[in-house]
């Protein structure tokens, strides 16, 4: 035992890393899951929802519902192409639906935040890193929504987009996320049946130790420099980290995933959320262009248009908030630490920012 004792603190470093890595695919596999069991509550109602709106404002907020019901922007993304392409939908009350896609998809992140709730410091550093993102997405469409619903400007530059690039073809890749966790969340589904509450029960569990046990680790490398390798590497400049964010998320295919990950990270103190900014906006980016591609091998005319409209509004967004940065990294920082005084305001906020409210909404100007 004292061999043992000896050893492990002889490569404690190492050890943790083994730590880290397991703990990393834990939280992985909880997302992977949690996302099965969602889907399993409510793509059928998401399908029935998008499928009956014709007002840009409803479009709007069905796109934050649905997203947040089924926790994938893809997903939604996926229902509204084929909606366009079997004419239910057009090009124009499509592309509201994706914006609110993307403030639907950070409830993801905004959820894993939760599980440090008790520590205050680092509820604080992780939830402001989630709650960037919210932001950053809510001021993109307070500023382009209007500007589209009068000039259709994004339906206009799509498809132009989707007409010059519908035969050039595209790639069709798999998750390498997907290929390690969908196997084992497909067994576990096979053994418990599909019981959506039980494999959300156990998603949120293995979410909430999965993170617990990644901030232990952090804190443990950053000690041995961990952070200044970030700060030197991954994250030196802004556009460094949006680089990172995007080609993270083209390989994993999920931004939900990659602005995850940064919260464990903000929380364990290893990124700032100056740095955390752009690196959101890379995430946005990358989930854009694995959509274009998809929608690229199919040929379809509507689905790439829809897929060229998505990317152009991040990029719109990108060009409107990245030199007014400020604004959402102080709106976060502000929420962030008022959250910190009363923990029962996050958990409403997640409730009414991402569910009540859109549905009140539906409701009236249905």
Wanted: zero cysteines; charged letters at 10%.
């Amino acid at each position: 035992m004292t061999y043992l004792l000896k050893f492990y603190k002889q490569h404690q470093i190492l050890f943790n890393l083994l730590f880290l890595v397991a703990s990393l695919y834990l939280f992985l596999f909880s997302l992977e899951l949690m996302g099965t069991s969602l889907k399993l509550f409510g793509k059928g109602f998401a399908t029935t929802l998008i499928e009956t709106t014709t007002n840009p404002l409803v479009g709007l907020f069905i796109g934050i519902l649905a997203t947040s019901v089924i926790q994938s922007s893809s997903s939604t993304t996926s229902i509204v192409v084929g909606l366009v392409a079997g004419g239910a939908l057009n090009v124009a009350s499509a592309i509201p639906i994706i914006m609110g896609a993307n403030i639907g998809t950070s409830v993801t992140n905004t959820l894993a935040s939760m599980t440090q709730i008790n520590r205050s410091l680092e509820f604080q550093r992780s939830f402001s890193a989630a709650v960037v993102h919210d932001f950053f997405n809510l001021l993109a469409v307070l500023v382009i929504f209007p500007l589209q619903y009068f000039t259709n400007f994004l339906g206009k530059a799509a498809t132009f987009l989707g007409n010059e690039f519908q035969h050039i073809g595209g790639l069709d890749f798999l998750s390498p996320i997907k290929t390690i966790t969908k196997p084992v969340v497909d067994a576990l589904q096979d053994l418990i049946g599909k019981k959506p509450w039980i494999l959300l029960a156990l998603a949120l569990f293995f979410l909430l130790f999965s993170l617990t046990r990644m901030v232990k680790a952090l804190k443990i490398i950053i000690v041995n420099k961990a952070e200044a390798w970030f700060d030197r590497y991954l994250f030196k400049t802004a556009p460094r980290a949006l680089l990172v964010g995007l080609l993270l998320t083209v390989m994993v295919q999920s931004s939900s995933i990659t602005t995850s990950l940064a919260v464990p990270l903000a929380g364990a103190g290893l990124l700032t959320l100056t740095q955390i900014f752009p690196y959101t906006l890379g995430s946005n980016l990358g989930t854009t262009i694995t959509a274009i591609l998809a929608a690229l091998v199919t040929g379809n005319l509507s689905a790439i248009i829809v897929a060229f409209a998505h990317l152009l509004f991040n990029i719109s967004g990108i060009i409107i908030w990245w030199p007014l940065k400020a604004i959402p990294i102080f709106l976060a920082q502000k929420f962030a630490a008022f959250s910190t005084k009363n923990k029962l305001i996050p958990v409403l906020y997640i409730l009414i920012a991402f569910f009540l409210l859109p549905i009140i909404l539906i409701f009236i100007f249905r």
